[in-house]
């Protein structure tokens, strides 16, 4: 039975179907050297999967049981880059398509570990080992060892180099996050890097009670932050695909909502502070409207200003709406066309005087 709180493709439809065509490719001989790999019960899979790394035997390592159980640790919602999963498969140096390695009946090595951030306590102790870079690998490790034909409980048995990195505090943490996956050529998304700062001030980033609980716990500058987690609550099941892009437009128009006047920055304030049920009206009545508002404003192809303006300008609007605040008075398509006219023709008017001087 799949269980939500590991790191199991079996939990992703979109993953399963990649797995499907991953038996499609594989080559007999690619399928065979996975499965007496792992059948081995010794070291031969990592041999097979990665390369080497210096002083192997005493490099670390860890089950991939032990990586799949980290998801209990790794905070907030993590997005999953399915075009990054395929590279790992069908690219230059894919496991299984190789267009820069002549022996197409190899299975092609991962280079770098993946790497492991591991938190050192009050007391000196290591703890809460976390994902630096490697959630990618994890997935793709799993999948094909199951397209070759391997059990589950055999696939959690079988070891792999990692790097591990000891940080003390939440500036050393994000540092090594952004570093570790700069390396990998994937950028930690907004929402990865703030969930973490959240949970370890005892944020929940999966249940609305307990982040409404729990707000006093942050200063205020990370309110824009916990009301992004709030809003991402209500985001329909079927677009939650999209919530990376959802979190940085609910964080920017609390921003923005907060900014406008006094009267609105009074305003939220009184309600973070002593209106919990209405912070969260706000938040439930933006992430139910949302990818609405992201869906008409990406068909309306005639619009002057561009996307991000007219995104950040609807999320304002919808967040003043629920809090009993007036809209602000946006530019007009007529006012921004005559902005660019005059603008257009002081350009015309500086050309010519200077085309006159020479």
């Not at 490099?59 to 980290?70: A, C, D, V």
């Not at 050192?120 to 690998?137: D, F, L, M, V």
Request: aromatic share 8%.
């Amino acid at each position: 039975m799949n269980n939500p709180n590991l790191y199991d493709f079996r939990s992703n439809e979109h993953l399963c179907k990649i797995v499907e065509n991953i038996k499609k490719e594989i080559r007999p001989l690619q399928k065979s050297r996975i499965y007496d790999a792992c059948k081995n019960y010794d070291d031969s899979f990592r041999h097979v999967v990665q390369c080497e790394p210096s002083n192997s035997h005493q490099h670390p390592y860890m089950t991939m049981k032990q990586l799949s159980e980290i998801k209990a640790n790794d905070p907030g919602e993590q997005q999953i880059d399915y075009k990054a999963i395929e590279k790992l498969f069908f690219s230059n140096y894919g496991f299984l398509k190789h267009k820069k390695i002549p022996d197409m009946d190899i299975v092609n090595k991962l280079v770098i570990p993946p790497r492991i951030i591991l938190f050192k306590g009050n007391t000196g102790q290591i703890e809460r080992p976390a994902n630096g870079s490697g959630r990618h690998r994890n997935y793709a490790l799993q999948m094909l060892c199951i397209a070759s034909g391997v059990e589950w409980e055999d696939i959690m048995k079988q070891k792999i180099w990692v790097d591990k990195t000891v940080v003390s505090n939440n500036f050393e943490f994000e540092m090594a996050m952004v570093l570790s996956n700069g390396a990998q050529c994937r950028k930690q998304s907004k929402m990865e890097l703030t969930s973490f700062s959240l949970t370890t001030a005892g944020i929940s980033t999966d249940d609305a009670e307990q982040i409404l609980d729990n707000r006093f716990n942050l200063k205020k500058a990370q309110w824009p932050d916990l009301f992004a987690n709030l809003v991402m609550q209500y985001i329909p099941s079927h677009k939650e695909n999209n919530k990376k892009d959802y979190f940085g437009r609910a964080r920017t128009g609390w921003y923005k909502t907060y900014r406008l006047s006094d009267e609105n920055k009074n305003k939220l304030i009184d309600i973070y502070e002593n209106e919990p049920f209405q912070l969260q009206n706000i938040a439930q009545d933006l992430g139910q409207n949302m990818h609405i508002i992201h869906d008409q404003e990406y068909k309306n192809s005639h619009a002057v200003k561009n996307l991000t303006n007219r995104i950040n300008e609807r999320v304002v609007d919808q967040i003043c709406v629920a809090a009993n605040l007036d809209k602000p008075k946006w530019q007009t398509k007529e006012e921004l066309q005559k902005k660019k006219l005059e603008s257009l023709h002081q350009q015309t008017d500086l050309l010519q005087k200077q085309i006159q001087n020479l």
